[in-house]
């Protein structure tokens, strides 16, 4: 079985900056460990990156808190999990919203590269509520046969209800949970 894992958007400021939760920053130590029990396989790690015009997107109208503007601290993935991130050679894919057709696209590739052998596709990260579930929503659209599994210990909402509504929303559409 060929392991793939995605680590969404483990920014500063969505862990303990501007837009930062107490959940957020509860699940960084299980994030680092999760990216570390994937050694040898392939990982793959998103940001989120916004332009200082981000107050004029559509986002921002809808969001107005800047975040993770390209080159800031904030925009950095965290630094303990960076570091794991590069240990773990990870590809890391810049989105500039809440899903990734780059890192769909990809998957599809990877996974299509490994025809003979099964795979098996892993997300953690945040917001569960926002990013991780567009991003696993994709993932199943362009890869119905892949098995896509989500471990909620790794992952953390804006709110803890967001949370359990985005994970009930992501089994709905057979995106499975990990076995905890």
């Not at 837009?19 to 999760?34: M, P, R, S």
């Not at 919203?97 to 098996?120: C, H, M, P, Q, V």
């Amino acid at each position: 079985m060929r392991k793939i894992l995605v680590v969404i958007d483990m920014q500063n400021d969505f862990i303990d900056g501007t837009l930062g939760t107490k959940e957020a920053v509860e699940i960084v130590k299980n994030v680092v460990e999760k990216i570390k029990s994937y050694k040898g396989c392939k990982v793959f790690a998103t940001r989120d990156t916004h332009g200082s015009d981000y107050l004029e997107t559509q986002e921002g109208k809808h969001l107005p808190v800047p975040h993770c503007i390209k080159g800031t601290k904030g925009w950095e993935i965290q630094e303990e999990v960076a570091a794991a991130l590069s240990e773990a050679g990870a590809e890391i894919i810049d989105k500039g919203n809440f899903g990734s057709d780059i890192l769909a696209r990809r998957l599809y590739e990877e996974a299509g590269a490994a025809k003979e052998e099964e795979t098996e596709i892993e997300l953690v990260g945040l917001c569960t509520d926002i990013c991780v579930v567009s991003n696993g929503l994709l993932i199943k659209t362009k890869l119905p046969e892949v098995p896509v599994k989500v471990d909620p210990d790794c992952c953390a909402g804006v709110t803890k209800e967001s949370h359990e509504a985005a994970l009930l929303t992501m089994k709905m559409c057979q995106i499975d949970f990990c076995e905890q």
